[in-house]
């Protein structure tokens, strides 16, 4: 291989290497799409999930995983379902912590 296609080879490597390193997406990648349900009934939560925005994204999710495998929903954080959901699990990890 002569000079020409090495010094390519090269340039094509160090700008896949640099472009690797940039994020996709502006937003970021969220779990949750657009706003989110309203509320969940109560009786079909198995568990609840709340993300914090973070470098992958700039959004607070809540997500509801739902009993006997009916999948997952996003619940819109400004709700008051939500905001009791995040109250209780902030209470749940204040007392995990205190434990400790």
């Known amino acids: 291989m002569n000079v020409k296609g090495m010094a390519i080879a090269l340039a094509v490597l160090f700008c896949a290497t640099i472009v690797q390193g ?22 079909d939560i198995e568990k609840a999930s709340i993300i914090y925005p973070s470098y992958n994204c700039d959004k607070l999710e809540v997500i509801i995983i739902l009993k006997a495998n009916k999948g997952q929903r996003c619940l819109n954080p400004r709700s008051k379902q939500a905001n009791l959901i995040i109250k209780v699990e902030n209470s749940k990890n204040e007392l995990r912590h205190q434990n400790i």
């Open 22 to 43: 940039f994020p996709m997406f502006k937003a970021g990648r969220c779990l949750c799409i657009g706003p989110g349900v309203k509320a969940v009934r109560v009786a």
